[in-house]
């Protein structure tokens, strides 16, 4: 690829029969693919001739356009004009990330490097945000019930184990999309931080990189789950699944608290800016805003299956060696963990509601981790229980962890610091968790993660929510099933 292209030759190939784009020096012509282009046509033809880079790195990783196009697609290098440096503007001054002590700090300091549309992406929930709301404020109803004169002066170790993995934490990162609309780095920024501290981190089919891109630039390895949205064409979940056993991802999460998509309206409302955003791993993208409004889960949610149901996943499991577990995220009540126990091919469940995104008015996630405590105990000695939603501070996870869960996930906080500090935010805003947590446990008389149970937590504010047992089929439903034979 010898021939230089320059801006002036470039800039004579911008229709729609003979459409070329530079892309980080690299000229491509892109006549033959543009109808096809997930994006659509537009997007392209309003860069046609010109140097793309910009719009392209905002969404896409680097290799993707190398990957997607054949070679001979290359059609020279791109000879930009000299840079001019413009003069020195104004700029907002970013608070040092050593200011940040605390898991609320994140939020405003990472503000003024986002966008509109990230900021909405992130705070979004589905419809009145009630759900978002209340898994968050149950955690503050529950109370703690510290034990005094205790030795506590030894190191108190975090490390245990989550889905057979060895972990620094107890605390995992739960899955995100679309991470490079937040930061450039997206996804690889969190699981260099991950790496780092060895914690455990969820990986989204809608992430912005693949798996590879993903987990390839780490020092050292670190446990890496894979969260799953089944696809209308089961042949694409398939290579989805082989892809992450390829890459040493060590669980499978089946989402299936989302088989639509929920109305997040915060997101509906703010368009889509900066060119097409695309998800490899789902291959899909995002679409021109229609009249219900551009919510990115929901313009780029249109391939999930919607009618996965309990009977498939012997499927899922079927594509697993045996060393990777399945796991189903987004369980919602103890009569699901309990089927799901019962499969026999499930290994652990997540309590989920989807961090408020999907329905709303449904139960936070504490209640139904207390539910499963009251009314079927025995699902925490057959698999291993996650949760995650509402989890904002050490004393949170402390709480989870008493109640009998094995991990606690968090996802916006590690998204707003991504958003404001890339890797090392992401290290900070873990690290003050895990601090804050080993904290609490002194405090409340432990030093082991061995010693957690529940009578360090006084659940009596919100016990009367809890239902008091399970499995018994209500009169309406036993009328109905009746009505059908």
């Given at each position: 690829m010898s021939r230089k292209i320059s801006p002036s030759e470039l800039s004579q190939y911008n229709t729609l029969s003979s459409l070329w784009l530079a892309i980080n020096g690299t000229v491509y012509d892109l006549t033959a693919f543009a109808p096809s282009h997930p994006g659509g046509l537009q997007i392209l033809l309003q860069h046609a001739g010109q140097d793309a880079s910009s719009?392209?790195?905002k969404v896409h990783s680097p290799s993707l356009i190398q990957t997607s196009l054949p070679p001979s697609a290359q059609?020279?290098?791109?000879?930009?004009?000299?840079?001019?440096?413009?003069?020195?503007?104004?700029?907002?001054?970013?608070?040092?990330?050593?200011?940040?002590?605390?898991?609320?700090?994140?939020?405003?300091?990472?503000?003024?490097?986002?966008?509109?549309k990230a900021i909405a992406f992130i705070s979004?929930?589905?419809?009145?945000?009630?759900?978002?709301?209340?898994?968050?404020?149950?955690?503050?109803?529950?109370?703690?019930?510290?034990?005094?004169?205790?030795?506590?002066?030894?190191?108190?170790?975090?490390?245990?184990?989550?889905?057979?993995?060895?972990?620094?934490?107890?605390?995992?990162?739960?899955?995100?999309?679309?991470?490079?609309?937040?930061?450039p780095a997206g996804e690889k920024a969190i699981a260099l931080a991950c790496s780092t501290l060895n914690m455990?981190?969820?990986?989204?089919?809608?992430?912005?990189?693949?798996?590879?891109?993903?987990?390839?630039?780490?020092?050292?390895?670190?446990?890496?789950?894979?969260?799953?949205?089944?696809?209308?064409?089961?042949?694409?979940?398939?290579?989805?699944?082989?892809?992450?056993?390829?890459?040493?991802?060590?669980?499978?999460?089946v989402t299936v608290d989302a088989p639509v998509a929920g109305k997040r309206e915060a997101d509906e409302r703010i368009p889509t800016a900066g060119g097409e955003m695309l998800a490899p791993m789902a291959g899909t993208s995002t679409a021109v805003q229609d009249t219900k409004g551009a919510a990115?889960?929901?313009?780029?949610?249109?391939?999930?299956?919607?009618?996965?149901?309990?009977?498939?996943?012997?499927?899922?499991?079927?594509?697993?060696?045996?060393?990777?577990?399945?796991?189903?995220?987004?369980?919602?009540?103890?009569?699901?963990?309990?089927?799901?126990?019962?499969?026999?091919?499930?290994?652990?469940?997540v309590i989920s509601n989807h961090g408020g995104r999907s329905l709303d008015t449904a139960t936070g996630t504490v209640l139904v981790l207390l539910e499963l405590q009251r009314c079927c105990p025995v699902v925490f000695e057959r698999m291993e229980v996650l949760i995650d939603g509402g989890v904002g501070r050490g004393t949170d996870v402390f709480k989870a962890l008493c109640l009998g869960a094995r991990g606690v996930g968090v996802g916006r906080g590690v998204l707003w610091a991504l958003g404001g500090y890339g890797r090392e935010g992401v290290e900070r805003y873990l690290e003050i968790l895990n601090d804050e947590l080993v904290t609490t446990m002194k405090m409340c008389g432990v030093t082991s993660l061995d010693e957690l149970h529940p009578g360090l937590v006084n659940t009596r504010a919100v016990d009367?929510?809890?239902?008091?047992?399970?499995?018994?089929?209500?009169?309406?439903?036993?009328?109905?099933?009746?009505?059908?034979?």
């Open positions: 719009a392209y790195n059609i020279g290098s791109f000879d930009p004009p000299p840079t001019i440096t413009p003069s020195a503007s104004p700029t907002i001054e970013k608070t040092p990330l050593s200011a940040l002590i605390s898991p609320h700090d994140f939020p405003p300091a990472a503000l003024p490097s986002l966008t509109p979004s929930a589905a419809t009145d945000c009630l759900t978002h709301q209340s898994n968050s404020s149950l955690y503050s109803q529950l109370t703690l019930r510290p034990r005094i004169l205790v030795n506590v002066s030894p190191p108190t170790p975090l490390t245990t184990t989550i889905l057979g993995c060895d972990v620094s934490s107890p605390i995992f990162v739960s899955p995100t999309s679309l991470g490079r609309i937040i930061h455990a981190q969820t990986i989204s089919t809608s992430a912005s990189f693949t798996l590879s891109e993903i987990l390839s630039e780490q020092s050292t390895t670190h446990p890496a789950f894979l969260q799953l949205y089944v696809d209308k064409n089961r042949g694409n979940s398939e290579q989805v699944i082989k892809e992450a056993v390829r890459n040493g991802v060590r669980a499978v999460m990115l889960g929901r313009v780029m949610g249109g391939y999930i299956d919607s009618s996965f149901c309990w009977g498939d996943l012997g499927w899922v499991k079927g594509l697993l060696p045996k060393d990777v577990k399945l796991v189903l995220k987004g369980v919602q009540t103890a009569e699901d963990a309990v089927r799901a126990m019962e499969t026999g091919v499930v290994d652990g469940v009367h929510l809890v239902p008091d047992r399970v499995g018994e089929e209500h009169p309406y439903a036993k009328w109905r099933r009746k009505s059908k034979l």
